[in-house]
């Protein structure tokens, strides 16, 4: 979104504007932004100093996307479950300790929690049955209540960095269940010492431009200083960062990036770094012809993949992407592993249609839980898989719709549902 100005809304520059994005410092709710009542679908105030909203919030009528990341609230304000429209709420890094079932509208689709200090769901969550996407990761959370089993269309849930003492089994019964992080809890197993990963000296490197960078951290590419054990030349490095994530925290990425190993498919972890100030990981430099296969979901598909517009592929070479792609999550479930992010915004992909995944901010270690509860966790990832496939069928030229190869694709849909 565009950042707008206060002095823009007050001169009435912004009337009938479907959007607004104001971050100035704030500490109380503009009355200005009713004039925008009429039109205004999607309020963003992170980055302010709010700590409450308006009791008459519900006069912006048609209000369906309000994010205030970053400000000073306490409390999920309750005025929030009388707006006729909200479907998507984000409150992520504030001090909020009491979530208020008033406070949830029913229509909520997008609920975001994220680094707070909430110890408590409310049971009403079990009352918003068009729930997709819910993050909680980074809060004091010691439970789960068994009504978010009314939850049948959650497909998301990020409980990473918590204080849950087991294992919360009532997610194995939620029917979309998709894609699930929960590392970083007390009922989870200990990171593990990686003794056959060598350590490298933060200082043997240098650090050039930036490839890329996510929620958990950024990667660069790297030169060496002083190459003490055979490395190749060029390298990338990831520099995590140090408080915790929407995925959970960093040293759990590291943790399962490591202990996942090598794999022809998967990004090659080469060694750990010896940075004071924060975790670093040194992997293979991917070669440059290899293209994000897919980009990170939409405000609109919420939970689900989007494509460049165009982008297609043959059935055959489609085929190619899901072989692959199910050698890396037989790779992972040998592990026990949980990757929780099973996506195609993940995935680069070359020319050739070889496939290298990535990203484990969500990867979950599960090796210490019942045979029941791995049997629920495989299940979620394997769900994720069938999205994977029919995200990839999606992007099929028309001439093969028909073939044999993309109904047999089709038909494993159906399994992996």
Same mark, same amino acid.
């Given at each position: ?8 809304? =007050? ?53 369906? %996307? ?95 960095? =918590? ?54 951290? +950024? %990667?660069? $590419?790297? @030169? ?76 609109? @598909? ?12 043959? %059935? ?30 993940? +995935?680069? %992909? ?46 099929? +030229?028309?001439?093969?719709? $028909? ?15």
């Amino acid at each position: 979104m565009v950042l707008q100005t206060l002095q823009q809304l =007050n001169s009435g520059a912004l009337k009938g504007v479907k959007r607004l994005q104001l971050a100035e410092n704030l500490s109380e709710f503009p009355e200005a932004i009713y004039s925008l009542a009429d039109s205004l679908e999607i309020l963003d105030l992170s980055n302010n100093a709010l700590t409450s909203l308006p009791d008459d919030l519900a006069r912006l009528s048609n209000l369906k %996307i309000l994010f205030c990341s970053n400000n000073q609230f306490t409390e999920l304000p309750e005025v929030l479950g009388s707006c006729p429209k909200l479907e998507m709420i984000g409150f992520k890094s504030n001090q909020i300790r009491k979530v208020s079932g008033a406070a949830l509208p029913r229509i909520t689709r997008w609920l975001i929690l994220t680094d707070n200090q909430i110890d408590a769901l409310p049971d009403e969550i079990g009352l918003l049955p068009r729930l997709q996407k819910l993050a909680l990761a980074g809060n004091q959370l010691r439970h789960i209540p068994e009504s978010i089993k009314g939850c049948q269309n959650l497909e998301l849930i990020r409980l990473s960095a =918590n204080k849950l003492s087991s294992f919360p089994d009532v997610l194995l019964r939620l029917p979309k269940l998709a894609w699930l992080a929960f590392s970083g809890n007390p009922f989870c197993a200990d990171r593990h010492y990686h003794q056959e990963f060598k350590t490298v000296a933060a200082e043997d490197l240098i650090l050039h431009q930036v490839l890329g960078q996510g929620a958990s951290g +950024v %990667i660069s $590419k790297a @030169t060496w200083q002083r190459n003490l054990y055979g490395f190749p030349d060029k390298i990338a490095v990831k520099v995590f960062k140090g408080e915790v994530t929407s995925d959970g925290y960093p040293d759990d990425e590291l943790d399962a990036c490591l202990s996942i190993g090598v794999h022809e498919n998967i990004v090659k972890p080469l060694a750990q770094i010896s940075e004071p100030e924060c975790s670093a990981l040194l992997m293979e430099l991917i070669p440059e012809d290899y293209q994000n296969l897919g980009q990170p979901p939409s405000l609109v @598909t919420c939970t689900r993949d989007t494509f460049t517009q165009g982008q297609a592929f043959s %059935i055959q070479k489609i085929d190619f992407i899901v072989t692959q792609m199910d050698a890396v999550l037989q790779h992972f479930m040998d592990k026990e592993i949980s990757h929780g992010d099973l996506y195609a915004h993940n +995935v680069l %992909i070359n020319p050739d249609g070889h496939i290298l995944f990535g990203d484990f901010g969500a990867a979950s270690k599960y090796a210490n839980l019942s045979a029941e509860q791995k049997q629920g966790i495989q299940q979620i990832e394997h769900r994720a898989m069938g999205h994977f496939i029919d995200d990839m069928l999606s992007l099929c +030229v028309a001439s093969d719709s $028909k073939s044999e190869l993309y109904q047999a694709l089709r038909q494993r849909l159906i399994e992996l549902a």
